[in-house]
DNA sequence: TTGTACGCGTTATCAC
DNA sequence: GTGATAACGCGTACAA
C-alpha cells in the first residue's frame, strides 16, 4: 500500500529544489522558471502527491473556515438557506462547518466553543436560542440571518414589505375583512415585521381587521386542529363577508386551506389566502397558494459576502475595527397562484 | 484587545510546568497530582486559554473530521439525513465537513479533493453522480446511503420489504387491480427493490397489475400534469375498477391525491393509494397520505456507526485490511393514514 | 509524577 | 529565481 505520505520535502528531494521553491510553486508559480514549473508538476504526478490544507492552515493561520449553526433542517426553510450558504463555496471558496442546535443553548455554546477550537474565521448563526449580545462578545466575524440583532451584523428578510404586499393584495381582492394569523412573536425579531406591517397597511386603508394570535404547537396534528378552531370561530364571527387570510407562513395556510377545501369541496368565493415563505407546500397544496416568497438565495449570499468582507478586514496587518453594525434587508417576492385572484 | 493567543508554553510559564505537562493536563489529567490539576485548571481561566484543535490535529493526525457529499437539500430525504447525520456528534464527536453536489460529477471529484486535502478520517456519500468504483480507489473508509454499491460500504433501506408492505397493504384493502407509478430506475440502486417487491407480490398473491413508469420531471407543474395523464389512462382503462396505487415516493403520491381530490370533491372509495417516504407533504396533504416510512434516523446512525468502526480499524498500529464489503439493510414501517382503510 | 527534545508539513523571513 | 532556517502549537518517545 502507499501508505507513507509525500510531502515537500519528498518533491524537493526528487527534484532536487528546496521546500521553499515547492511552496513558491504552489503560491506564486510565476515566480518560478517555465521549465522549473513543469519539472515540479510532473514530479507531483510521479510522487501522486495528496496536498495538506491541515499543516498550510496551521502555518499561515487562514482556517478558510466558517462555522454554521443552524436551528434544525426539518424546515425546509433552514434546509434551503443551508443548502445556498454551502453553494457559495464555489465563489468564495471557504469550506463549512455545520452544526444543529436544536434549541439547546447549552449545547450551541459548545458548539461555538469546538468551531472556535477548530479556527474558524468566521460565523454564521440562524438559530435564536443565544443573544446577539453573547454572540458579540465571542468577538469574531460574525452575521446572523433572520433573528435579533441588536449587537451583530445581520441580513433579514424585508417582513415589512412582505406583510403590506400581501395585505395590499387582499385588499385589491375586495376582501370585507383581513384576518393576520400568526404565533407570538417578539418585537425585537425581524418577523415581527410581518404584524406591523399588516396592522398598516390595513389601517392606512381604512379596512375591517383582525389579528388571531395563537400558539398551535408544531406537529401537522396541532396546527390542522388549531387552524379549525380558527376557521369555525371566523365563520361564526364574519358570515356572509368575504375573509381575506394572511397566515404567517405556508404551513398554516396549507392547514387553514385544507380545513376549507375539505368543507367545501373548494374555496369558495368568500375567502381569500396568502402564506409566506413560498416553501414546497404551498406549490403543492390542493391549490397552489399565493404567498411571499423569501428570496433564500439572496439572503445566503449577501451575508456570506458580508462575512467575507469582515474576514479579510480581520486578516489586515492593521484591521479596522469595525465601527458600526450593518443590517441589510432584502425584499421578498410575492407570489400570486390560486388562493387570491 | 487580547490578540495574542495563549498555548500551553504560556501556560508552562504561569504554572512553572513543562508544556509536556500542560498537555498532559489535557489528555490523562489523571496523571498529574488533583492538586496540580487545580493550579493548571486555574491558570486557563486566568489567562483565557483558547484550545488549538488544528494544532492537535496537525501533531497527531487524527482530524475528527468527516465529509460528507449530499446531493441536494431541496429534497426533505436529504435534509434530514444530514440533520441526523450531523447529530451523531453527541454520540461520536465526529465534525462535519459538507458540501453539497447538485449532480456535477466533476464538481464532486473536486469536493473529495478538498476533503481529502483536509484529511477527513471518512466519508459519507450520499450523491449518486460517482461510481462505487471509483469511490473506492480513493482508499479511505467510506459508507454510502442508498446508492449503488457494488464496491463500497453501504446502508439502505430495505425497498423490497417497504413494497411488499405496501402491496400488500393494497391487497387487503381489496383492490381489483394494483398500479405502481414510477420513474426509471437502475437496476444497481436500491430503491430498484420497490418495482421488484411489487412485481412479486402482485404475482405471489395473482393480482392483476401495471407498472407505470414514467419520467414526470422535478417541478411541481410537471409531476402535477403526468399525474393527471395517468390517472386520465386508468379511469378509462379500468372503468368501476378498484384501483390501488402504490406511488414511488410521496410527492407523486401527493400530486396523485390532488388530481383526484380536485375531480371528485374527495377520495372515492374506487381509488387507494400509498405513497414510500413518509416525507411531510404526505402527512399534511389534503388527505393524509399512507406511506412507507424510511427510518432517516436509523439509516443516518448506522451509517456513521459503520463509518466509525472503520475509522478506528485504520487508526490501529497494524490495521486489518477490510477483506469483504458490508451492506446494511434498514427496514422500513408502514404508516396507516387515510388514503388507505 | 514530571521534563527534554524532537516531529508533524507547511509558510515566512531572510539571505544569496 | 532560489535556498536555509525558523516559526506555527501540540503530541510523544524517552529520560529523570
Redesign the pocket.
Same mark, same amino acid.
Given at each position: 500500500m502507499d501508505k507513507k &505520505?509525500i $510531502? +515537500? /520535502?519528498d518533491i524537493a528531494k526528487y527534484t #532536487? *529544489? @528546496? &521546500? $521553499? %521553491?515547492i511552496?513558491?510553486y +504552489? #503560491?506564486d508559480p510565476d @515566480?518560478? %522558471?517555465l521549465e !522549473?514549473q513543469e519539472i515540479i508538476a510532473q514530479a507531483l504526478i510521479d510522487l501522486d502527491y495528496q496536498? !495538506?490544507k491541515l /499543516? &498550510?492552515v *496551521? /502555518? !499561515?493561520g487562514k482556517s478558510e473556515f466558517v462555522g454554521i449553526i443552524v436551528p434544525n433542517l426539518y424546515l425546509h426553510y433552514y434546509a434551503e438557506m443551508l443548502n445556498q450558504i454551502l453553494n457559495t463555496y464555489e465563489k468564495f471558496g471557504y469550506k463549512f462547518l455545520v452544526f444543529v442546535g436544536n434549541h439547546q443553548k447549552e449545547i450551541e455554546r459548545q458548539y461555538i466553543q469546538e468551531l472556535l477550537a477548530y479556527k474558524i474565521e468566521g460565523l454564521i448563526i440562524l438559530s435564536h436560542t443565544i443573544s446577539s449580545e453573547e454572540l458579540a462578545s465571542y468577538n469574531i466575524p460574525l452575521v446572523v440571518i433572520e433573528r435579533e440583532d441588536r449587537h451583530v451584523n445581520s441580513i433579514n428578510t424585508d417582513n415589512y414589505m412582505g406583510a403590506v404586499q400581501a395585505t395590499s393584495l387582499l385588499i385589491r381582492n375586495h376582501c370585507d375583512v383581513l384576518l393576520h394569523i400568526n404565533s407570538p412573536v417578539a418585537k425585537d425579531i425581524p418577523s415581527y415585521g410581518r404584524i406591523q406591517g399588516f396592522q398598516d397597511t390595513c389601517r392606512e386603508h381604512g379596512v375591517e381587521h383582525e389579528m388571531i394570535i395563537r400558539n398551535p404547537g408544531h406537529s401537522h396534528k396541532e396546527i390542522h386542529a388549531c387552524m379549525s378552531e380558527i376557521y369555525e370561530y371566523m365563520e361564526q364571527k364574519y358570515p356572509g363577508l368575504r375573509k381575506g387570510l394572511f397566515l404567517a407562513n405556508d404551513t398554516m395556510a396549507n392547514s387553514m386551506l385544507n380545513v376549507i377545501f375539505r368543507k367545501h369541496g373548494s374555496l369558495p368565493d368568500e375567502y381569500r389566502l396568502i402564506g409566506f415563505d413560498d416553501s414546497p407546500v404551498a406549490d403543492r397544496a390542493i391549490l397552489p397558494i399565493s404567498t411571499i416568497g423569501q428570496q433564500i438565495d439572496k439572503l445566503a449570499y449577501e451575508a456570506m459576502e458580508l462575512l467575507v468582507t469582515l474576514m479579510n478586514e480581520r486578516k489586515k496587518r492593521r484591521p479596522m475595527p469595525q465601527t458600526e453594525l450593518i443590517h441589510k434587508n432584502i425584499t421578498p417576492v410575492l407570489i400570486r397562484r390560486e388562493t387570491t385572484d
Open positions: &505520505k $510531502t +515537500f /520535502a #532536487n *529544489f @528546496s &521546500k $521553499t %521553491t511552496s513558491r +504552489f #503560491n @515566480s518560478l %522558471t !522549473n496536498e !495538506n /499543516a &498550510k *496551521f /502555518a !499561515n
